[in-house]
């Protein structure tokens, strides 16, 4: 007779790397939210925006994504999510950004914890990152200066997120919107496994 499986305690699946929340522990178990991660890091979710890129009008190799995961274009990236539209500054003027990058298989992964400092309007001209031969034009798109803060950088390209429906709603306010976490391992001292080709070489 074939026994039944048994689910591994807390403990295991910790050791493991795991959030123990997030696997099956039996249909009640309540899903971890993305808001949770951000109280229990000390961070008011009046103070964070939550920020997704993907970027359909990007040239082939020029995603968002793409310049994030390579070490020689990531400053490239830095410099997309700086330059931003005027209009979105009522909402984008905040402490910090949580950002996610959406990728082609569906996932929004998230990339890091942002303090934001407004700079004002852009200074001089700028080519844009994901488009070639696009200029974005000086005095008409807003500057930021994004830090990458100390708080979940052991989460970084290790949590993914649900969403939800309104993927054109890019930036939202983290108060009220409760991301469920589809993807999380935690941080470890030690890592044995290479990562794969389409995976980021952080830090």
């Not at 488009?131 to 970084?156: A, C, E, F, S, V």
Request: glycine share 8%.
């Amino acid at each position: 007779m074939c026994c039944s499986s048994v689910p591994f305690g807390e403990g295991v699946w910790n050791s493991l790397g795991f959030d123990a929340p997030l696997l099956l522990r039996g249909r009640n178990a309540m899903p971890l939210m993305f808001n949770t991660i951000l109280r229990k890091a000390g961070l008011r979710l009046e103070d964070v925006r939550l920020i997704r890129h993907k970027d359909k009008r990007a040239a082939k190799g020029l995603s968002p994504y793409e310049l994030w995961s390579k070490k020689l274009t990531r400053p490239q990236f830095e410099l997309y999510q700086s330059v931003q539209s005027f209009k979105k500054r009522r909402i984008l003027n905040a402490p910090y950004w949580a950002v996610f990058l959406g990728r082609r298989n569906g996932e929004t992964l998230f990339v890091g914890l942002y303090e934001v400092e407004y700079r004002g309007l852009l200074p001089q001209d700028t080519p844009n990152p994901t488009q070639p031969g696009l200029i974005d034009k000086k005095g008409r798109r807003d500057l930021y200066r994004l830090t990458l803060h100390r708080k979940l950088r052991g989460r970084i390209a290790k949590l993914s997120i649900e969403w939800g429906p309104g993927y054109r709603v890019w930036a939202q306010y983290a108060s009220g919107n409760h991301k469920r976490v589809t993807k999380s391992r935690q941080e470890s001292k030690k890592s044995h496994r290479r990562p794969r080709s389409d995976e980021s070489p952080l830090r």
